[in-house]
T-cell receptor, first 110, second 110 residues
Framework: DAKTTQPPSMDCAEGRAANLPCNHS???????VYWYRQIHSQGPQYIIH???NNETNEMASLIITEDRKSSTLILPHATLRDTAVYYC???????????FGAGTTVTVRA | NAGVTQTPKFRVLKTGQSMTLLCAQD?????MYWYRQDPGMGLRLIHY???????AKGEVPDGYNVSRLKKQNFLLGLESAAPSQTSVYFC?????????FGPGTRLTVL
């Protein structure tokens, strides 16, 4: 699986959009970009994934650059409950392994 | 639909004791995983299974054994617990895209 690079931490104001960047310059053509988050002490939670097109669901939007070397997760209206560690993972679907790096610790402030 | 459940939620062992952690999923998933998470770190894969009766080693398999006798259950065993195995253990199962995680088992080895 391709490695990813994320900033270690970021703050966001409640009600504002949170934009989380991820670099994955060595991504292969068949690898997808996945985002998970882990709220304190809980198991990780799937957020969204995509291959090359932008994706949106009820939780977030995923913007992938045309060259697929980087992506941005957007939380449109951050709430205090969005405070968590966010992991960007690149993998082939059903690959046996999810490689969790250090992620980005997002703190949403009132 | 309970998703992924883990038993027990907490456990304290003495060095040298043995125990088994149970993971159960009711989503009919073929793939199941055991991860460990140490403080301030991402998850690391211990063992995984691609179907009933099959198991394979992940990144950090030493000191652990697993069994998948039934499709819905994945057991993680510690034959002789060591303080280095103090951690939070997460089980997960997957459909084609998303890994579903259990709530975790917090294990302390004294």
């Amino acid at each position: 699986d391709a490695k990813t690079t994320q900033p270690p931490s970021m703050d966001c104001a409640e009600g504002r959009a949170a934009n989380l960047p991820c670099n994955h310059s060595t991504i292969s053509g068949n690898e997808y970009v996945y985002w998970y988050r882990q709220i304190h002490s809980q198991g990780p939670q799937y957020i969204i994934h995509g291959l090359k097109n932008n994706e949106t669901n009820e939780m977030a939007s995923l913007i992938i650059t045309e060259d697929r070397k980087s992506s941005t997760l957007i939380l449109p209206h951050a709430t205090l409950r969005d405070t968590a560690v966010y992991y960007c993972i690149v993998r082939v679907p059903l690959a046996y392994k999810l490689s969790f790096g250090a992620g980005t610790t997002v703190t949403v402030r009132a | 639909n309970a998703g992924v459940t883990q038993t027990p939620k907490f456990r304290v062992l003495k060095t040298g004791q043995s125990m088994t952690l149970l993971c159960a999923q009711d989503m009919n998933h073929e793939y199941m995983y055991w991860y460990r998470q140490d403080p301030g770190m991402g998850l690391r894969l211990i063992h995984y299974s691609v179907g009933e009766g099959t198991t394979a080693k992940g990144e950090v398999p030493d000191g652990y054994n697993v069994s998948r006798l039934k499709k819905q259950n994945f057991l993680l065993g510690l034959e002789s617990a060591a303080p280095s195995q103090t951690s939070v253990y997460f089980c997960a199962s997957t459909d084609y895209n998303e890994q579903f995680f259990g709530p975790g088992t917090r294990l302390t080895v004294l």
